[in-house]
């Protein structure tokens, strides 16, 4: 069974600045998606990014990117330019190959980010 | 765009009650989750269902049941309802297959308390 690692339990940063939550994941599959999910207060479930592990480039959406090391198994979320807005509970996620995926996602137990004004 | 919808969104039983959680998409999705998520942790798979007629086990599957009742529903069942069962329940949908890096989407999730 694959396991996912967040170490952060909750990160600080200052409005504006850059930080960058860790992930490490635990996996014998050569196949797999990883996600960042975002959970503000309002209880939603928001993605932020996918990233294909055959995919050598790390996927980038607006602010947020990724640096996917596919040998260490780790799979970090960087925001650039933090906005009070990202404050919010964020979780990594994998999800098999096998199956087609239809087999649900296995998450991390969450990073809290807080964004200082 | 309603996405998942999820009802109810609060709801308070008593130990030993039971209760159906009901879950409707209407993005045409084949697949279809129930997660749990408790304070400190990630969510975590209750039961899923690949296609409609199959369900099968997640994680944490003992004290649920199941029911894929077309294309479009997935309802979560407590048959007799325990403290240890006090969460926020989400219900999930996604495509499969042709394009397995679909990202699942999530209702609003439902707060259950077993008093």
């Known amino acids: 069974a694959q396991t996912v690692t967040q170490s952060q339990p909750e990160m600080s940063v200052q409005e504006a600045e850059t930080v960058t939550l860790s992930c490490t994941y635990d996996?014998?599959?050569?196949?797999?998606?990883l996600f960042w999910y975002k959970q503000p207060p309002s209880r939603q479930m928001i993605l932020v990014i996918r990233q294909e592990a055959y995919k050598q480039q790390n996927a980038t959406e607006n602010r947020f990117s990724v640096n996917f090391q596919k040998a260490a198994k780790s799979f970090s979320l960087k925001i650039s330019d933090s906005q009070l807005g990202d404050a919010a509970m964020y979780f990594c996620?994998?999800?098999?190959?096998?199956?087609?995926?239809?087999?649900?996602?296995?998450f991390g137990k969450g990073t809290h980010l807080i964004i200082q004004p | 765009n309603a996405g998942v919808t999820q009802t109810p969104k609060f709801q308070v039983l008593k130990t030993g009650q039971s209760m159906t959680l009901q879950c409707a998409q209407d993005m045409n999705h084949n697949s279809m989750y129930w997660y749990r998520q408790d304070p400190g942790m990630g969510l975590r798979l209750i039961y899923y269902s690949a296609s409609e007629g199959t369900t099968d086990k997640g994680e944490v599957p003992n004290g649920y049941n199941v029911s894929r009742l077309n294309k479009r529903e997935f309802s979560l069942r407590l048959e007799s309802a325990a403290p240890s069962q006090t969460s926020v329940y989400f219900c999930?949908?996604?495509?499969?297959?042709?394009?397995?890096?679909?990202?699942?989407?999530f209702g609003d999730g439902t707060r259950l308390s077993i008093l």
């Open positions: 996996t014998s599959e050569s196949d797999y998606y």
């Open positions: 999930a949908s996604s495509e499969w297959g042709v394009s397995r890096n679909q990202p699942q989407h």
């Open positions: 996620a994998y999800r098999s190959y096998s199956g087609g995926g239809a087999d649900g996602l296995t």
